[in-house]
């Protein structure tokens, strides 16, 4: 038999299942990569707090990495949230060293309910350590205003612009989504030559609690896979739109994607490339 190619998530625990660590597991089972992690920090979210994270030790990181290195070893790779200046350095070293050849780095900073997730103090070294070590990075609107120092963006060609503007940065591909802007979900991929667009119907629901992980996660894995950059960011999209579409709540908190949602339904949605 021909094994699953292997993808590494390096990311935050998610309690609640939805995101996170847990998120990007359940999609790379769905997509049929084999799937291993590297638990940064353990997130017991409540809405109220964002004390309620529990970083690991560095040692930790490493110790986690270096088994599923020696263990399985990996055909790409995804970063999620990792909270510290200390475990972004950390990450960066740990890329530089390995010889996986697809990185795609989820800059993580802010959850949903506004948690926490990345040190104020930790964006300069995401920005000058681990994006120009990325293959693609994939921030949403406020990451991206974020790192390009609080600017407003509210339509598509705010996101071009963007995605042109942070390319500098070092990241072979930058992908900048548009999911929080009114209108069809349109993302914008720059490659330093081309710009191309992703977009996919609005999908009108509260329960997308954990979507840009498994967006991410998908991407890592078919880029695994051996897909180019834009038909794995195609078919990643396909995947996040209809696991969003049949979100759910099992109670009044913002519910999780259902990731198993284009195998149990056995339908994808169309994505629009131009
Ligand atoms: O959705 C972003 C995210 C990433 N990683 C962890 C999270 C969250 C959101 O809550 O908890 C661990």
Same mark, same amino acid.
Request: proline share 2%; glycine share 10%; net charge negative.
């Given at each position: 038999m021909n094994?699953?190619?292997?993808?590494?998530?390096?990311?935050?625990?998610?309690?609640?299942?939805?995101?996170?660590?847990?998120a990007d597991l359940k999609t790379f089972q769905e997509l049929d990569v084999y799937g291993m992690s590297v638990v940064t920090a353990i997130v017991g979210r409540h809405p109220e707090t964002d004390k309620n994270v529990h970083p690991q030790t560095?040692?930790?990181?490493?110790?986690?990495?270096?088994?599923?290195?020696?263990?399985?070893?990996?055909?790409?790779?995804?970063?999620?949230?990792?909270?510290?200046?200390?475990?972004?350095?950390?990450?960066?070293?740990?890329?530089k060293d390995s010889s996986i050849e697809n990185i795609t780095v989820d800059p993580v900073m802010i959850g949903k309910l506004d948690s926490k997730l990345l040190r104020d103090d930790a964006i300069d070294a995401l920005m000058n350590k681990l994006v120009p070590r990325a293959t693609i990075i994939t921030p949403n609107v406020p990451e991206a205003s974020l790192l390009l120092g609080g600017r407003d963006m509210t339509n598509v060609d705010d996101l071009k612009q963007a995605a042109i503007d942070l390319y500098p940065l070092g990241a072979d591909n930058v992908l900048v989504k548009g999911g929080r802007l009114e209108g069809p979900a349109?993302?914008?991929l720059y490659d330093g030559k081309t710009i191309?667009?992703?977009?996919?119907?609005?999908?009108?629901?509260?329960?997308? &609690?954990?979507?840009?992980?498994?967006?991410?996660?998908?991407? =890592? #894995?078919?880029?695994?896979?051996? /897909?180019?950059?834009?038909?794995?960011?195609r078919l990643a999209k396909s995947f996040v739109t209809t696991a969003i579409?049949?979100?759910? &709540?099992?109670?009044?908190?913002?519910?999780?994607?259902?990731? =198993? #949602?284009?195998?149990?339904?056995? /339908?994808?949605?169309?994505?629009?490339?131009?």
């Open positions: 094994f699953p190619s292997r993808v590494i998530t390096i990311a935050g625990s998610a309690a609640g299942g939805s995101a996170g660590i847990q560095l040692e930790a990181i490493e110790a986690q990495f270096a088994t599923a290195m020696k263990q399985v070893g990996a055909d790409g790779l995804k970063t999620g949230m990792l909270f510290s200046k200390e475990v972004i350095e950390t990450v960066a070293a740990l890329i349109v993302d914008v191309t667009t992703f977009e996919a119907p609005r999908i009108h629901t509260v329960n997308t &609690s954990g979507a840009g992980c498994t967006y991410s996660a998908a991407i =890592a #894995a078919y880029l695994a896979k051996g /897909e180019s950059i834009t038909e794995a960011v579409e049949h979100g759910f &709540s099992y109670t009044e908190f913002v519910g999780p994607t259902y990731h =198993a #949602a284009t195998r149990r339904f056995d /339908e994808a949605h169309e994505i629009k490339v131009n």
